[in-house]
């Protein structure tokens, strides 16, 4: 390792104690990705579980979802089946801008499948809705930038390489132009940062919020709502490996603008 720090360090042109910072941080964010991906796995597995259990109310997504804000008075908010392209990109949620509950209608047929997942996703969307609708802060502005936070980690390393092919292009070798698409990059990262923190706050108010109001209008049996629970809790688990994956990233980031500065600079 010492070797291989050293001699990274020599590449690069910059100090010892840097390099190694960012050859440690690198390596973190590599296994914050695998773990990211088992908690994905297993969110998947419970959700799947969950979604072939048939629930007592007998209700879709659809009309849990319609139902739980009939009853809050929330008239107004529009209930839909997500098409594919939507369904791609954001899968279940809630659209603070077009006043829309969007729900999977091909993985999972949350829209119109009468399960466990079907009617917790439903209502847990119906929710955030409602969250949103009394003004909640922190779930308007996670919704609001969710848009934004969705892409711009796919925007993150095209951004950076743009950069870099314009200062060989004109300048003949990496310079400012990687320099100030990196900060874009970091840019677009922060936003993806601030939204990953507000997600674990906001999806526990609303996971809270559908369980009390599930059990309220008689939508689940008790063991129900423990297999519900479950679900809930695999996504925050999987929310707050993606929030330190964000941080290791962020910090990875700053190395990488320390890396280029110093490295420039001798």
């Given at each position: 390792?010492?070797?291989?720090?050293?001699?990274?360090?020599?590449?690069?042109?910059?100090?010892?104690?840097?390099?190694?910072?960012?050859?440690?941080?690198?390596?973190?964010?590599?296994v914050m990705c695998v773990v990211c991906l088992v908690l994905e796995i297993r969110v998947w597995w419970k959700y799947h579980q969950a979604n072939q259990?048939?629930?007592?109310?007998?209700?879709?997504?659809?009309?849990?979802?319609?139902?739980?804000?009939?009853?809050?008075?929330?008239?107004?908010?529009?209930?839909?089946?997500?098409?594919?392209?939507?369904?791609?990109?954001?899968?279940?949620?809630?659209?603070?801008?077009?006043?829309?509950?969007?729900?999977?209608?091909?993985?999972?047929?949350v829209d119109v499948k009468r399960s466990v997942t079907a009617v917790a996703l439903g209502v847990q969307k119906a929710g955030l809705a409602k969250l949103?609708?009394?003004?909640?802060?922190?779930?308007?502005?996670?919704?609001?930038?969710?848009?934004?936070?969705?892409?711009?980690?796919?925007?993150?390393?095209?951004?950076?390489?743009?950069?870099?092919?314009?200062?060989?292009?004109?300048?003949?070798?990496?310079?400012?132009?990687?320099?100030?698409?990196?900060?874009?990059?970091?840019?677009?990262?922060?936003?993806?940062?601030?939204?990953?923190?507000?997600?674990?706050?906001?999806?526990?108010?609303?996971?809270?919020?559908?369980?009390?109001?599930?059990?309220?209008?008689?939508?689940?049996?008790?063991?129900?709502?423990?297999t519900i629970r479950g679900v809930y809790d695999a996504y925050i688990a999987s929310y707050i490996a993606q929030f330190l994956l964000q941080v290791l990233?962020?910090?990875?980031?700053?190395?990488?603008?320390?890396?280029?500065?110093?490295?420039?600079?001798?």
């Amino acid at each position: 390792m010492n070797q291989f720090v050293t001699k990274l360090s020599a590449d690069l042109g910059v100090s010892w104690g840097l390099t190694l910072a960012y050859a440690v941080v690198t390596i973190l964010v590599l296994v914050m990705c695998v773990v990211c991906l088992v908690l994905e796995i297993r969110v998947w597995w419970k959700y799947h579980q969950a979604n072939q259990t048939p629930i007592s109310c007998d209700m879709t997504g659809i009309d849990a979802a319609r139902f739980v804000l009939d009853k809050a008075g929330l008239t107004g908010v529009r209930v839909r089946k997500a098409g594919i392209l939507r369904e791609a990109i954001f899968g279940n949620y809630y659209n603070v801008f077009t006043n829309t509950i969007y729900l999977r209608s091909w993985l999972g047929k949350v829209d119109v499948k009468r399960s466990v997942t079907a009617v917790a996703l439903g209502v847990q969307k119906a929710g955030l809705a409602k969250l949103c609708q009394e003004g909640d802060r922190s779930t308007l502005a996670r919704n609001r930038l969710s848009i934004i936070a969705i892409f711009g980690p796919l925007l993150f390393i095209p951004v950076i390489l743009v950069g870099v092919a314009l200062d060989f292009w004109l300048l003949g070798q990496a310079g400012a132009f990687a320099l100030i698409c990196l900060l874009l990059g970091g840019l677009l990262l922060a936003v993806g940062f601030i939204v990953t923190l507000l997600n674990i706050p906001v999806e526990k108010k609303a996971n809270r919020l559908a369980l009390e109001m599930m059990e309220q209008y008689g939508l689940a049996t008790g063991q129900e709502l423990e297999t519900i629970r479950g679900v809930y809790d695999a996504y925050i688990a999987s929310y707050i490996a993606q929030f330190l994956l964000q941080v290791l990233r962020v910090v990875q980031w700053a190395l990488e603008i320390a890396v280029k500065v110093q490295g420039k600079k001798d």
